[in-house]
């Protein structure tokens, strides 16, 4: 079996090795998305084609839908043409149960690709004619946080952004620059209203988007490339609700790609592109999803919440981030990911077999977390962890390391624990000193930075930018250690940049320091020290 759209005509050899196919008439979608286009979505990943794709196909199969998705990548060019052109736009999702069953669907709601790429004159004209549709309803993104920057390290605007502030906005190079020049289009060419939704990880995506279009508004405006209209127009025309994404889609697993061929499909084969980007024609995820959007469109809202996607208002989907990055996920997988790479271990589902492991997230969610959360009322918090904790993380088919989660520690700590520290602190029933399963966690990390796992043999450290500090910190405590390590400690526990607050002043910074003595005893005192405090 070849993913093309002649292939699916053999309906019944798909159907009999278990894929669902479109349910649909594809022609007469291609043909309604490029008269009347709805919905562009830039970011052709992985994220992308399992889950907003998806959910796209699902309407369509009720017949809810009549147009499908227009799909444009602005980064890597090289995703259109290998990853969707050559499939005529189709792609596998492969979902991995947790009860180890697999789902295969064939993808069939994109109804076009496209370059965002003023120098591929025909993808261009084509995305100018998209945003001058007046039917065009919604623009999405999946292209990181990092796409929404204009900005270097230093705070000085990226070349290619400073050199579009000062052109023509059809001739712009940067990601945003495009993306704002084809809103300068629609705007000249009827003012129709128009929302611009994030469905990227971060926190207030919606506003990073709205910065970065608005920013270009005003700079054309300042330097006399547009009409003073237009930043009006970008400001009160065009929405930037904020939403929660969740929904794990990793590398394919050799497993899942010999499951694939021994159901008789053969585009299996994955390309690095030129600039390493991974792309395969099919893609694997996990089955839970979750994406949450501020109810705030402009031009008329397409309806996905009966496809499961949830509109609340901006208040809901703040409090439905918090819950998920400050208490019941980004903490559990960050405390795993530590203590993973410690006790050797290479897949986080392996973890979630670890009895004392298991006590440790279960501590740190259940009973130090959920005390301060706040119910954002659409999504029931205990009921998210304990899906997290009983069907999530122990996914066998998920191919989640340690290693890959614990990528930029540094980083992520002040939001996944920091904010739950001040609420205890800021609160009249909870004593931030009676923590102890939080500051178990950064004393697994500082003992992580010496990179010796329980065994006493040396392991390579996860990306961070704050490693070559804090491996500079660490080199004085040598393993088996337990005495005189609170000068190199503190410079890293008081740290409010890292942890939020300073651990000292919270009361934490001496019982962290004493759990790191005790994990740093020698071989074995990491599964001592847990099975210390978690039997």
Request: include cysteine; aromatic fraction near 10%; proline fraction near 4%.
């Amino acid at each position: 079996m070849k993913l093309n759209q002649k292939e699916l005509a053999n309906a019944k050899v798909w159907e009999d090795q278990g894929f669902e196919l479109p349910k649909f008439d594809r022609e007469q979608m291609i043909k309604a998305t490029k008269e009347t286009p709805e919905w562009v979505h830039f970011g052709g990943g992985n994220i992308f084609r399992a889950f907003p794709a998806a959910v796209c196909q699902d309407l369509l199969n009720r017949g809810i839908l009549k147009t499908g998705i227009i799909v444009a990548e602005g980064y890597d060019y090289e995703i259109i043409e290998k990853s969707y052109k050559n499939f005529d736009d189709l792609c596998v999702l492969v979902t991995l149960k947790a009860d180890g069953s697999l789902e295969k669907k064939v993808i069939g709601s994109i109804a076009e690709s496209l370059c965002v790429d003023t120098q591929n004159k025909a993808d261009w004209a084509r995305l100018t004619e998209i945003f001058n549709s007046p039917s065009l309803k919604m623009a999405s993104f999946t292209i990181t946080e990092k796409g929404y920057s204009l900005v270097n390290a230093k705070g000085e605007f990226l070349g290619d952004v400073a050199a579009d502030f000062e052109k023509a906005p059809e001739t712009a190079s940067s990601y945003i620059g495009k993306l704002a020049a084809l809103c300068y289009s629609r705007f000249k060419n009827g003012k129709t209203p128009l929302t611009l939704v994030s469905m990227d990880n971060c926190s207030h995506n919606g506003t990073k988007l709205q910065e970065a279009v608005v920013a270009f508004a005003e700079k054309w405006v300042e330097n006399k490339v547009v009409e003073p209209e237009f930043l009006t127009y970008a400001t009160e025309s065009i929405s930037y609700p904020w939403s929660m994404i969740d929904k794990i889609t990793p590398r394919p697993a050799d497993s899942v790609i010999e499951m694939l061929k021994e159901a008789g499909f053969e585009d299996t084969d994955s390309v690095i592109t030129s600039k390493n980007t991974y792309v395969a024609p099919f893609v694997n995820a996990e089955e839970s999803q979750y994406l949450v959007i501020e109810d705030r469109f402009l031009n008329g809202r397409l309806p996905l919440d009966q496809g499961g996607i949830l509109y609340t208002d901006k208040e809901t989907v703040d409090k439905v981030e918090k819950m998920k990055v400050c208490t019941c996920l980004n903490p559990l997988h960050t405390a795993l990911a530590i203590y993973g790479c410690l006790l050797s271990y290479e897949k986080i589902s392996d973890e979630m077999n670890d009895k004392e492991l298991v006590a440790l997230v279960e501590k740190v969610g259940y009973k130090e977390g959920l005390p301060v959360v706040v119910n954002p009322g659409i999504i029931n918090p205990k009921d998210f962890i304990d899906e997290v904790l009983q069907v999530r993380l122990p996914n066998p088919f998920m191919p989640d390391t340690p290693q890959r989660i614990a990528c930029d520690t540094s980083q992520k700590v002040g939001i996944r624990f920091g904010e739950t520290i001040k609420a205890y602190i800021a609160s009249d029933e909870l004593n931030v000193a009676d923590l102890q399963f939080i500051p178990l966690v950064f004393a697994g990390w500082c003992r992580y930075l010496m990179a010796i796992d329980d065994n006493g043999n040396a392991f390579e450290l996860s990306p961070d930018p704050l490693l070559p500090s804090l491996t500079e910190i660490m080199k004085d405590i040598k393993f088996g250690q337990t005495e005189g390590v609170h000068a190199a400690l503190e410079k890293i526990l008081s740290n409010k940049a890292v942890f939020g607050v300073d651990l000292y002043e919270a009361g934490l910074g001496e019982k962290v320091e004493a759990m790191f003595a005790e994990l740093n005893q020698g071989v074995g005192a990491i599964r001592n020290t847990l099975k210390k405090y978690l039997a």
